[in-house]
């Protein structure tokens, strides 16, 4: 049977992509790490990674093992963590969210948390997905939200929400809010937009060329109530999540469409170490912060209509 050192380091060299980087993870040394990863080799009576140089790169025997340790892993912290815990919500939790997130859903969630948890700790980090990613990664937070993308090694993920582009202006500015916006009718527009390393930004970028949208002129603006207060202010727009606007569908301030003739949608995922288990109280704010996405969804739905077919 294979000691747990052995498959932790396997794992650490998987997601690390370097037997130097994974030794400093686990706290241990290069040729230790390279010991046991060939000792596994051994064991196993197959290769579990192309070595060139510095470059190492996992074989299809590798991929397959690694998808079986992780999953092993994971039921022994989980399991680790039930016998500590018994069930309680001891631990801290550490929760990432994007701003798309915080203005709307936050505090509803947190008030439903702490009202079932109410001596749990919590720490909520705000930033962007990359850095969101990066802290998922290292084990600085329990799981973060942010926008589907390609999956990322080291990390499992699911989908909290699908939810529908927006069309935001100052009030008054394109008339008819919450009416369908067929964006390539309303040029030249003036676009404020998140920044390149944004997945939104990409998908935004696309849209406009595949369907025809005239772009006058694009402001990069990774500030999200600055964005806000600037379209208020302004004949700039933004396209935003109908989540982040949950508060202000009423029309007070912005008219707010729906893109149409083709529909955008947005999809947000929860990321989580791949290899460690939530904890109770972690995974009951993921449970509470996915039920008041799937009533902001509804409430979109009630306002706007059904979600026209994505294709």
């Not at 690694?66 to 309680?88: F, H, P, T």
């Not at 994007?98 to 203005?103: D, E, H, L, N, S």
Request: hydrophobic share 45%.
């Amino acid at each position: 049977m294979h000691s747990l050192r052995r498959i932790r380091s396997f794992v650490a060299v998987f997601e690390e992509g370097s037997f130097t980087a994974a030794a400093e993870r686990e706290g241990a040394t290069q040729s230790g790490v390279s010991q046991h990863v060939k000792q596994l080799e051994d064991d196993l009576g197959t290769v579990l990674f192309g070595r060139d140089g510095r470059t190492v790169t996992p074989t299809a025997a590798g991929r397959r093992y690694y998808d079986e340790c992780v999953a092993v892993l994971r039921r022994l912290d989980a399991a680790s963590r039930d016998m500590r815990a018994a069930g309680s919500f001891s631990d801290p939790v550490r929760v990432g969210l994007m701003p798309t997130f915080t203005r709307a859903l936050l505090a509803p969630t947190l008030t439903r948390f702490i009202a079932t948890a109410p001596t749990a700790e919590i720490k909520v980090t705000e930033a962007y997905s990359a850095v969101l990613t990066d802290l998922v990664l290292k084990g600085d937070l329990d799981f973060a939200v942010v926008p589907g993308s390609q999956p990322v090694v080291g990390l499992t993920s699911s989908l909290l929400l699908r939810d529908r582009e927006m069309l935001v202006a100052a009030k008054g500015r394109t008339g008819a809010h919450l009416a369908p916006a067929k964006l390539s009718e309303m040029g030249p527009l003036k676009f404020v937009l998140p920044g390149l390393q944004n997945a939104r930004r990409r998908n935004l970028e696309t849209y406009f060329a595949v369907n025809g949208v005239e772009v006058e002129r694009r402001l990069e603006l990774d500030a999200m109530m600055g964005t806000l207060r600037f379209v208020a202010a302004t004949d700039w727009i933004a396209v935003l999540p109908s989540v982040m606007m949950f508060d202000e569908l009423g029309g007070e301030r912005y008219d707010i469409r729906p893109l149409a003739q083709p529909p955008l949608f947005a999809d947000f995922v929860l990321i989580e170490p791949a290899r460690r288990a939530m904890t109770p109280a972690a995974k009951l704010f993921a449970e509470l912060l996915a039920e008041q996405s799937r009533a902001a969804a509804d409430f979109r739905r009630e306002r706007i209509g059904p979600d026209p077919d994505a294709g």
